[in-house]
């Protein structure tokens, strides 16, 4: 990781070399004290550029977490649930229904590849209309 101190050293150095020169009335002596201060100044642009590269880096990192975060909470609104014919799907747990997400069930297979997909229902199984699986059940087996 760039160090930023070093930079605001080299930074300081430039700075340094540049009020030096200013007195010198010897041009190759100006001559160096110039090629010292682009020397400063160049490490650290490539120091900044360097730490912008290891600042987006962290950004999308920060980013792909939250998003792995917010998956695994949507996936914690639900339970693993037998159907009385054994299969199985995840059934949202009563305290996350409400008016606007009713009771319902998900594809379990689904849910391992991160998709959230309700699962439709006939008096017989229930149907996973993304991966096409069927899960048998009784009619009754979840109020959906």
């Not at 490490?43 to 998956?71: C, P, T, V």
């Amino acid at each position: 990781m760039v160090d930023i101190l070093a930079i605001g050293s080299g930074l300081k150095t430039a700075y340094e070399l540049a009020r030096a020169a200013k007195d010198v009335d010897d041009k190759v002596r100006v001559d160096t004290a110039i090629s010292k201060i682009m020397d400063q100044l160049t490490a650290a642009q490539f120091g900044l550029f360097e730490m912008q590269q290891q600042y987006q880096q962290l950004i999308d990192e920060n980013r792909e977490l939250r998003e792995q975060i917010s998956k695994e909470e949507r996936f914690n609104q639900y339970r693993l649930k037998e159907t009385q014919q054994g299969g199985f799907v995840l059934e949202l747990k009563d305290e996350y229904v409400t008016e606007d997400n009713p009771k319902h069930a998900i594809c379990q297979l689904c849910s391992q590849e991160g998709r959230l997909t309700p699962l439709n229902k006939d008096p017989q199984y229930y149907h996973c209309p993304r991966c096409r699986v069927a899960t048998e059940h009784t009619y009754h087996d979840l109020p959906c």
